[in-house]
Each structure stands twice: as C-alpha cells, then as structure tokens.
C-alpha cells in the first residue's frame, strides 16, 4: 500500500522555495527592488496556477467593467478560465481582465516594509473595484433556507457563500520584514472591513484575519470580514508555529472560496457595445429607407 501524501511537508516545501525565489532575486537585482520584485510576483502566480483547479486563470493586469472604469495594476488576479478570462491584451501583455470574471485578487510584496502602508494602499484599490460595476449575487438558498425566491440554480450549487460572487482579496509578503500587528491594529479598526483584505499572509511568520473566539477556546476565521459583525469578531494576527502553514492558510481559504462561488459567464459584448458609433443618417436599409421602416 502507498504511503499516504504528506500534504502538510509539501506545502512546507513550497513555502521554502517562494522564499528562495526571494532569496535568488534579491541575489540577482541587488539594487533594483522592482524588477526583484517581479521576480517575487511571478513565482507567487505560478505557484497558483500549479495548485489551483484548470477552469481558473492566474494573472495580473488591470480590472475593468462595463462602463470601462478600471482598478490599478493587481499582481494576482484570478479569473473564470471558461468564460472570458481576458478582455484585451496591449503589445507590452498589459492585460484588461473583465470584473464580472474575477473570483479573487492579490497583492504580492517581497518584504513587508512598515514606511509603505500597504494595507493603506490596498484600502484605496479595494475602493476603487467596489465602485465598480460588479453588483453582489445573493444566494437565495443560503443556509440551506428554500423561500419563495430561492432559484434552482442556487439549490443545484449548494454554495455555502451568502454571496455567490463574493471578490475575495489577499496581501501576500514573502518575508515578515518590520511587521507588528501593533503599528496596523488601529488602521485595521478604524476601516471598513470591506476595504481590508480577506487575509494578510506573512509567509514566514503568520496571518491576520477576521476572526472570534469560541466558547472552547478555539480561534474561528471568517473568510469575508464585512459579513463578520463587531464586536462578536475582531481583527486577529495568528503566528505560526510551524513553517508552510501561512501558506497552508491562504491555499485552504482560496480552495473553499472557489467551491462556494459562481460566477455568470461574462458577457463580452456589455463590455464594447458602447464602443460602435455611427450616424443614423448613414444607415442603408437592404428592403426600405429609414423613413418607412415602423419604430421597432
């Protein structure tokens, strides 16, 4: 009989080996932080892309919706790969990917450096996609609850989600650098939780999520923290006591978040319908002119 897989090792190994991608491109760019930076940022995508299921598409570029508003540049952008993963593409590969295709986003850092107020800067982007046209899909049949509105559709998917499109987003940093829970707990009250990732990942030291603390003692992590009332749930940092398992954290959150999601197949045309232009004066009819055609 095979040895049963050693899941928690693998991810460790994982673990390991995002951090030298760190280590390597800081060797290789010593004093360009940006390209060693991208560095980072690519072995974090490709680290998804190999995890993740196929009907999902791992990359980076900007957002954009209907009315052609768009977010800034997002290092991790995981979209449906079966409907329209991408709208455009620039010659430089700058890609546009359509919001109603996302299932989640995420900011890459190689160091956390306190001087950058990244959870600041995520709150303006965060922001700016929720003002996007993206409205949230109620699953009707949330709870297992079937009401006069509850849809076939919703009873079929059995999702979990009180929103079926729910845009779950992370802060991933490679290295823990000058963190203390303490210098971000104020800004992390004082927000609006929905402007706040899902998770803040720090690979080799823990994580801080939305949580509360059971009658048993045990730590209970939401995974949408606008759905996580106060004070019942607070913001908490969780260290790890054993390497990988930040990773371990943001793999199993990522996997439960897109089993309980469903997204409609985005429609390509709502994105350039606005974009022909024409005079009705113009127009040349195959049967009659303008003028004795009726109004439909």
């Known amino acids: 009989m095979d040895r049963p897989l050693d899941l928690a090792r693998v991810i460790q190994q994982d673990a390991a080996f995002l951090s030298a991608a760190r280590e390597k491109a800081m060797t290789v760019h010593p004093s360009d932080i940006r390209a060693a930076g991208n560095e980072v940022e690519d072995s974090v995508r490709d680290y998804l892309r190999r995890v993740l299921p196929r009907p999902y598409y791992v990359t980076s570029g900007h957002l954009i919706d209907s009315t052609h508003q768009i977010s800034s540049q997002i290092d991790v952008i995981i979209a449906d790969a079966s409907s329209l993963p991408s709208l455009y593409t620039t010659s430089d590969g700058t890609e546009y990917i359509p919001i109603t295709s996302v299932y989640a986003i995420g900011e890459v850092k190689s160091t956390y450096y306190k001087s950058k107020r990244y959870l600041e800067q995520m709150k303006e982007a965060l922001a700016t996609i929720l003002a996007m ?5 109620k699953n009707t049949a949330f709870g297992g609850e079937v009401r006069d509105d509850t849809t076939i559709r ?6 979990r989600n009180r929103f079926l499109n729910h845009l779950f987003s992370f802060l991933f940093c490679v290295d823990t650098g000058d963190f203390a829970f303490e210098d971000v707990a104020g800004h992390l009250q004082s927000t609006d939780p929905s402007l706040v990732p899902n998770v803040t990942v720090l690979l080799d030291k823990g994580i801080v999520m939305r949580s509360k603390l ?8 939401h995974r949408y923290p606008s759905e996580a009332p106060s004070p019942e749930y607070d913001w ?11 990773l371990a954290a943001l793999y199993g959150m990522l996997i439960a978040h897109l089993s309980n999601s469903h997204l409609e197949p985005a429609n ?4 350039t319908d606005k974009l022909l232009k024409f005079r009705r004066s113009t127009l040349r009819w195959a049967k009659a002119t303008p003028t004795q055609r009726s109004p439909g």
């Open 214 to 221: 059971n009658a048993d003692g045990s730590c209970q992590f």
């Open 268 to 271: 390509a045309y709502s994105y």
């Open 154 to 159: 919703d009873i079929v998917l059995e999702s």
């Open 133 to 137: 046209d993206r409205p949230l899909v």
């Open 236 to 246: 908490v940092f969780a260290e790890i006591l054993k390497e990988g398992s930040s």
